[in-house]
């Protein structure tokens, strides 16, 4: 296994399951995928097959480009040009910024 890309997608769920406030079963069953299969992909043992990235986006509404760490921030893939400036202006945001936008989007969840 890459462990670029595992590392990569790792960082990725575990964005996820901390925003969602999710442990790995809560995870696998969010996306309806076997425990196993994800606790085998933690450990390093196996690569995510597209079957299950596919299930995460759809569970999580995020971009596959999220998953794979091209894209760092949680959101679904732009629909049009106006949501695509918008996630331009988002990834150009300073960190404090990005962490004061994470705060609202966490207590809006809520």
Known sequence: MDKTYHDKVMKSLTM????????????????????????????????????????????FNVSSDFIIGDFPFPFPSPRTEKERELFEKIENMDPEQLDELMSVLRSKKN
């Not at 901390?18 to 690569?47: H, N, Q, W």
């Open 16 to 59: 996820l399951m901390e925003m969602y406030d999710l442990d790995v079963t809560g995870f696998s069953e969010r996306c309806g995928m076997p425990v196993e299969r994800l606790e085998s992909f933690i450990a390093g043992e196996k690569d995510l097959m597209v079957p299950d990235l596919v299930a995460i986006v759809r569970a």
